[in-house]
């Protein structure tokens, strides 16, 4: 099946302090990328849409100069986290669709864990 | 009202036990129809995709009514290694959207 790699899987940073998380498509081309967060015993939150080669969609409520998603190739996006806070600290996971084959489904990222202090 | 909605759990059942979730959804141009499992701490993992004849693997049964738009999931003879959380996903592929449910929590005991 299709792999989605993220990276770093957990990473603890001081306050104010600006974190990049990667997902990388390692053997497929992914038309679109996802950004979600999930706090601990909560759903998964859809924070953006991210298209290669142009601006992220934000969804409603997430801050886009807080959260900087790049998408510059078929197999990279990128989310920073800026000045982040304590209360930024959560699960970040993406996800990816294959550009070949639009049926709808999703291949996750590991996941990336960001504890700041 | 949410997109997709899904029983709001949690569920909590015996080994052996059959336990079924139903999920809702509103967009009526959604093409695409997942059930995706997620473990603590973990990624969501695809557990079936639903066509609209219905699909079995196992024991997990997988059944998508169009008219009234609800997907279900039939686990039957649960196992304890099924305790999870069952994410709902409908696909809108022409807008290039995936949208989830809240997830259900499932436990099942000794």
């Known amino acids: 099946g299709a792999v989605v790699s993220q990276h770093p899987s957990w990473v603890i940073c001081k306050s104010g302090t600006s974190v990049k998380i990667e997902c990388r498509s390692l053997d497929f081309q992914a038309t679109t990328m996802f950004w979600y967060r999930q706090f601990p015993k909560q759903s998964l939150m859809l924070m953006a849409t991210?298209?290669?080669?142009?601006?992220?969609?934000?969804e409603q409520g997430v801050e886009k100069d807080k959260f900087l998603i790049n998408h510059a190739s078929l197999t990279l996006s990128t989310l920073t986290v800026t000045s982040a806070h304590p209360e930024d600290s959560s699960f970040y996971i993406c996800?990816?669709?294959?550009?070949?084959?639009?049926?709808?489904?999703?291949?996750f990222g590991e996941g990336s864990r960001l504890t700041v202090l | 009202r949410k997109e997709v909605e899904q029983d709001p759990g949690p569920f909590n059942v015996p080994e052996g036990a059959t336990v079924a979730f139903n999920c809702t959804y509103s967009n009526s141009a959604s093409q695409s129809f997942f059930w995706y499992r997620q473990d603590c701490r973990k990624e969501p993992k695809l557990l079936m995709s639903v066509y609209s004849s219905g699909n079995e693997d196992g024991r997990f049964t997988a059944q998508l009514n169009r008219a009234s738009q609800y997907i279900s999931l039939l686990i039957r003879d649960s196992k304890l290694s099924d305790s999870a959380t069952y994410l709902c996903?409908?696909?809108?592929?022409?807008?290039?959207?995936?949208?989830f449910g809240d997830g259900t929590t499932l436990t099942v005991k000794p």
């Open positions: 996903v409908v696909g809108d592929t022409n807008a290039g959207k995936s949208t």
């Open positions: 996800s990816a669709s294959r550009l070949a084959e639009n049926t709808g489904e999703l291949f």
């Open positions: 991210s298209n290669e080669g142009s601006k992220a969609t934000y």
